[in-house]
């Protein structure tokens, strides 16, 4: 299954990818070179496919716990001023992504979303600690009465040139539900509470609407 973001990318990946195969075999006569260029075009659309697939997960939806917005390795949990909402002290967990992994982002928390906004901005590699406040981004807040208000930012990285945010102001979200999508390499930052417990450790893999990362205590 694919996600909806990838449709028309992989429509004309696939048209490219019968065209070169056609003249490859057309125009090209060694056959050792025709095989390995056939064998690289095919490769590179598999990766397109890989980039977009969408797995369906069943999330067990709970108020008192975050999960994972999206698939990655956790590169940051540490104390911070988040400045654009909140403008106090939270705790940030982060989310690397590379062009390997599922980029679909999903909510953490089921509740109303009080804050969506988007960001232009630079295209500093993911990890850069600048990245989450100077690259191309977006950020979304949703609450419920049990955790309170949830930030959660997708961050543009080097190679990511676009960010799909689904979350409205006013819309009831559930949690696990599909919130946007990241094209190529990128980051999410999540910013909670200090009195929650977090879940996770620097560098575990975290799952997209199965892993929690933190919880009330």
Do not use: C
Not at 21 to 30: E, G, P
Not at 107 to 120: D, N, Q, R
């Amino acid at each position: 299954m694919f996600h909806k973001e990838g449709y028309k990318i992989i429509l004309i990946a696939s048209l490219i990818l019968v065209s070169m195969m056609l003249i490859v075999d057309h125009f090209i006569t060694i056959w050792w070179l025709q095989k390995i260029l056939m064998i690289g075009f095919l490769v590179l659309y598999l990766l397109i496919l890989n980039f977009f697939r969408n797995p369906k997960r069943v999330t067990v939806l709970n108020d008192k716990e975050i999960i994972a917005p999206v698939d990655g390795k956790v590169v940051v949990i540490e104390e911070v001023t988040e400045n654009e909402f909140f403008k106090d002290k939270r705790r940030q967990i982060s989310i690397f992504m590379s062009p390997l992994n599922v980029h679909v982002t999903r909510y953490p928390i089921s509740g109303e979303v009080l804050f969506s906004k988007y960001h232009a901005g630079k295209y500093l590699v993911a990890w850069h600690p600048k990245s989450s406040e100077e690259n191309e981004r977006t950020t979304i807040v949703v609450e419920n009465k049990t955790v309170g208000p949830i930030l959660y930012r997708q961050i543009a990285g080097a190679v990511a040139r676009r960010i799909v945010n689904y979350a409205k102001v006013k819309q009831e979200v559930i949690q696990g539900q599909d919130a946007g999508f990241i094209k190529f390499g990128s980051r999410i930052d999540v910013f909670i509470p200090l009195d929650m417990k977090v879940h996770v450790t620097l560098n575990q893999k975290a799952k997209g609407g199965k892993t929690v990362i933190a919880s009330v205590e």
